[in-house]
């Protein structure tokens, strides 16, 4: 996992691949979203960002409320979406 999260376009791969695993398995869109929100939350606590771009969603997940945080899991899957 540490390998996927050096690299923000393997990041975003990764994503990407595990929400094409989640639609296949009939997961709705705001299902994932909602996990999206819950691995944000445990990757803003126990991950340290390993690139640049990683650590700028970390400093906007910091400082965004719960709506905005929820806003943040979205577009990163949307953004993983477009990336597989």
Same mark, same amino acid.
């Given at each position: +996992?540490? /390998? !996927?999260l =050096?690299?923000?376009?393997?990041?975003?791969?990764? @994503? *990407? $691949?595990?929400?094409?695993?989640?639609? #296949? +398995? *009939?997961?709705? &869109?705001? /299902?994932i979203? #909602? @996990? %999206?929100? $819950?691995? *944000?939350?445990?990757?803003?606590? #126990? !991950?340290?960002?390993?690139?640049?771009?990683?650590?700028a969603?970390? &400093? @906007?997940?910091?400082?965004?409320?719960? $709506?905005?945080? =929820?806003?943040i %899991?979205? @577009? +990163?899957?949307?953004? %993983?979406? #477009?990336? !597989?």
């Amino acid at each position: +996992m540490s /390998t !996927v999260l =050096r690299n923000f376009d393997t990041w975003k791969k990764f @994503l *990407g $691949e595990r929400v094409t695993q989640a639609e #296949k +398995m *009939g997961m709705s &869109e705001d /299902t994932i979203s #909602k @996990l %999206a929100y $819950e691995i *944000g939350d445990f990757l803003d606590e #126990k !991950v340290d960002p390993q690139n640049p771009s990683n650590r700028a969603l970390k &400093e @906007l997940w910091s400082v965004g409320d719960k $709506e905005e945080r =929820r806003t943040i %899991a979205r @577009l +990163m899957v949307k953004l %993983a979406k #477009k990336n !597989v």
